[in-house]
């Protein structure tokens, strides 16, 4: 632990350098309110925090910034989730009030969202169809030979899946399918069904089977959502740094195995390589998980460069999460 004076100071620094994204001299800092000792005093110091790994000068004549170490003790010590004012907390309210739909589009919205309110790339995960109950199905046909297969979840999300289905399953029969998969299938989550009692019409059983294939193939992979990725793109110099960004966070499974193996480690922040992503060494990411009737069935989070708003990213991310587990729950 460093002793207040240095405490106060490597704080008086992050926040400077978040800020302006400008080295920080002694003498501005000596300036701060809570900083009540000389410029040369300041800068004793600052050389001792970088002596320890908690500063960095860039080039001889300029001010310091901070490291990875330096965040890392700044999140831990000198921050917590700051609270949102009054708008953006009716503003995320108002928004998961009104959305209604597919579960992807309401995810890919809550992504922009969060992208909006924090100024970074925002990434959610949302939880695979095949996680939660099926409350009705049904069967419509799109053509003499296509049908489509409507699942309504038990959150009030769509999924749908097209059939072939023969040039004499009329309406009638696609009905009495309808109902007779949507008995056998009510309740249950996609993959555990994989059949349903007969009916003792072979039609409608063979309409049945074909609904149930054509519905093993929806929520098997994951729903991820990334929005605000230019953002990051304008927080870089750096052309390496910004093309190394933009290429990895348009790699699902590398973002999905980042957000999950942070929240799984009980993480709700990592800073730099702590993540354990080379290309995104430039980068924080803030976590929390969705929690649905007591499991954690997604994630949401943001990316940014090591100096974004910690305060500001903890409150929303955390304030997103609660309000989209809650939208999903209630359907």
Known sequence: MLDDRKTAILGAVIQEYIATAQPVGSTHIAQAPNIQVSSATVRNEM???????YLV????????????????????????????????????????????????????QTSNLLADLTNNAAVVVGPKAEAIPIRSVQIVSLSATVAT?????ANGTVENVTIDIDEHDNDVRLAA?????????????LGVVHTV??????????????????LGRVGT?????????SAVADAFDAVEVVRSVLHTLEQQFVVVSLVSDIVGRGMSVAIGLEHGVEPLSA???????????????????????????????LATVEVVSEQLGHRIEEG
Do not use: W
């Not at 890392?72 to 609270?83: A, E, F, K, Q, W």
């Not at 007779?180 to 299938?185: C, I």
């Not at 992979?221 to 990725?229: E, L, N, S």
């Open 149 to 153: 297969v409507v699942a309504v979840f």
């Open 197 to 214: 009692a007969a009916s003792g019409d072979p039609d409608v059983d063979r309409l049945c089977a074909a609904a149930i294939v054509g």
């Open 57 to 108: 000068q860039p080039h001889t004549s300029a001010g310091r910034v901070p490291t990875d170490k330096g965040y890392r003790y700044y999140v831990d010590n000198l921050t917590s989730p700051g609270r949102l004012d009054t708008a953006t907390t009716q503003q995320v309210g108002n928004f998961f009030s009104a959305a209604h739909g597919r579960l992807e589009e309401m995810l890919h």
């Open 283 to 313: 980068c924080s990411v803030v976590v929390a998980p969705v929690v649905v009737d007591g499991e954690h069935l997604g994630s949401v989070g943001v990316l940014g460069p090591t100096r974004m708003n910690y305060p500001q990213a």
């Open 47 to 53: 050389s001792v925090l970088e002596s320890e790994g």
């Open 221 to 229: 992979g994951d729903h991820v959502f990334t929005g605000g990725v």
């Open 177 to 189: 399918a309808s109902a007779h998969v949507s008995a056998g299938l009510a309740g249950t989550v």
